[in-house]
């Protein structure tokens, strides 16, 4: 029998007793296992299916055995493939009370042995967990930080869930990272970037930094070394500006001082080892003044690209290769 996800919690799955979830999601089959679990409250046991079938009968007579079931219990059967039928087919046959067995499965064709079986099955229940929609997700990340009150701009979110692909279970992992984080420190853009590790190549970071310290050639390969949606140039406009106030607040200390070095050093918040040098780059070609002019320029941009958002990644590219080879202190 087929079942949608949203009416498992209407059947009595004490008397369906065997219930197969099955496809790519697996934050939502989590999910709905939790559910079960806290609406009946019954000892869990988990195994693999590899597990079960290399001693099929002696998990059959441990089920039947009140003293190992304690009366009520449920079970679950991971990573379960055609080779579970024959263990269901014959717990059928046998009078197994207030037991649930749990059979979870990755995605499965129609043509699936073990799809099918449960499908054609009224004592059976089947039910199919596929990728949530980018909408699904976005609702699921602005409750989160909602219920957790942290503040995120929607773009934020949209760049998150545009890198989960359609995964629940990804999303969740990095809505909590962001949640432990913000307990100590403040959610910025680039924190959102360096704590996601959605996209190993995905370098926000790093592009601007080489942008910023006009190393054309280096910025252009790494721009074309990664695939940039409408959110995610937003976002990378906002990273620019707070580099572009960040570089700005030591540009004007550099430019009353005249030391580099006690500038880098006195920094508020330090500066990272691995950054100084490329601030100190930085520094020697970028004054307040061209600064200025530059976060200007980024508002600008910012307007333009949520104004024609189809044609952002070009506004953005062109904009970032303009500031990589202009020449600042002229």
Same mark, same amino acid.
């Given at each position: 029998?087929?079942?949608?996800?949203?009416?498992?919690?209407?059947?009595?799955? !004490?008397?369906?007793?065997?219930?197969?979830? +099955?496809?790519?999601?697996? /934050?939502?089959?989590?999910?709905?296992?939790?559910?079960?679990?806290?609406?009946?409250?019954?000892?869990?046991?988990?195994?693999?299916?590899?597990? !079960?079938?290399?001693?099929?009968?002696?998990?059959?007579?441990?089920?039947?055995?009140?003293?190992? +079931?304690?009366?009520?219990?449920? =079970?679950?059967?991971?990573?379960?493939?055609?080779? =579970?039928?024959?263990?269901?087919?014959?717990?059928?046959?046998?009078?197994?009370?207030?037991?649930?067995?749990?059979?979870?499965?990755?995605?499965?064709?129609?043509?699936?042995?073990?799809?099918?079986?449960?499908?054609?099955?009224?004592?059976?229940?089947?039910?199919?967990?596929?990728?949530?929609? *980018?909408?699904?997700?976005?609702?699921?990340?602005?409750?989160?930080?909602?219920?957790?009150?942290?503040?995120?701009?929607?773009?934020? =979110? *949209?760049?998150?869930?545009?890198?989960? *692909? /359609?995964?629940?279970?990804?999303?969740?992992?990095?809505?909590?990272?962001?949640?432990?984080?913000? !307990? *100590?420190?403040?959610?910025?853009?680039?924190?959102?970037?360096?704590?996601?590790?959605?996209?190993?190549?995905?370098?926000?970071?790093?592009?601007?930094?080489?942008?910023?310290?006009?190393?054309?050639?280096?910025?252009?390969?790494?721009?074309?070394?990664?695939?940039?949606?409408?959110?995610?140039?937003? !976002?990378?406009?906002?990273?620019?500006?707070?580099?572009?106030?960040?570089?700005?607040?030591?540009?004007?200390?550099?430019?009353?001082?005249?030391? %580099?070095?006690?500038?880098?050093?006195?920094?508020?918040?330090?500066? +990272?080892?691995?950054?100084?040098?490329?601030?100190? /780059?930085?520094?020697?070609?970028?004054?307040?003044?061209?600064?200025?002019? %530059?976060?200007?320029?980024?508002?600008?941009?910012?307007?333009?690209?949520?104004?024609? =958002?189809?044609?952002?990644?070009?506004? %953005?590219?062109? +904009?970032?290769?303009?500031?990589?080879?202009?020449?600042?202190?002229?």
């Amino acid at each position: 029998m087929i079942i949608k996800s949203f009416e498992l919690t209407k059947i009595n799955l !004490i008397q369906k007793k065997f219930l197969l979830l +099955f496809g790519e999601n697996d /934050g939502l089959k989590d999910n709905e296992v939790k559910k079960i679990k806290n609406k009946y409250n019954f000892p869990v046991s988990k195994y693999e299916e590899n597990e !079960i079938l290399e001693n099929i009968e002696n998990f059959i007579n441990e089920i039947l055995n009140k003293s190992f +079931f304690n009366n009520q219990k449920i =079970i679950i059967i991971s990573r379960a493939t055609d080779k =579970i039928i024959k263990l269901v087919e014959i717990l059928l046959e046998k009078n197994i009370e207030e037991t649930i067995i749990i059979i979870k499965a990755d995605s499965l064709e129609k043509k699936s042995k073990l799809r099918t079986f449960f499908e054609k099955n009224n004592e059976l229940i089947a039910t199919a967990f596929y990728p949530d929609t *980018n909408e699904t997700l976005s609702k699921i990340a602005y409750n989160f930080f909602k219920e957790k009150n942290i503040s995120i701009a929607q773009s934020n =979110i *949209n760049f998150l869930v545009s890198r989960c *692909n /359609g995964q629940r279970e990804v999303l969740i992992k990095e809505l909590e990272k962001i949640h432990l984080f913000s !307990i *100590n420190n403040k959610i910025t853009d680039v924190n959102i970037i360096k704590l996601s590790n959605l996209s190993e190549n995905f370098k926000i970071s790093e592009i601007i930094d080489n942008c910023l310290i006009k190393n054309k050639k280096k910025t252009f390969t790494m721009i074309n070394e990664n695939n940039f949606n409408a959110d995610e140039s937003i !976002i990378f406009t906002r990273i620019l500006l707070q580099k572009a106030k960040k570089l700005l607040n030591l540009s004007t200390i550099y430019e009353k001082n005249n030391d %580099l070095e006690q500038t880098i050093s006195n920094a508020k918040p330090p500066i +990272f080892w691995k950054e100084k040098e490329i601030i100190k /780059g930085q520094l020697k070609l970028w004054n307040p003044q061209k600064i200025k002019s %530059l976060i200007f320029n980024i508002n600008k941009i910012e307007l333009e690209i949520k104004k024609n =958002i189809n044609s952002s990644i070009i506004i %953005l590219i062109n +904009f970032i290769l303009e500031i990589s080879s202009s020449d600042v202190n002229n």
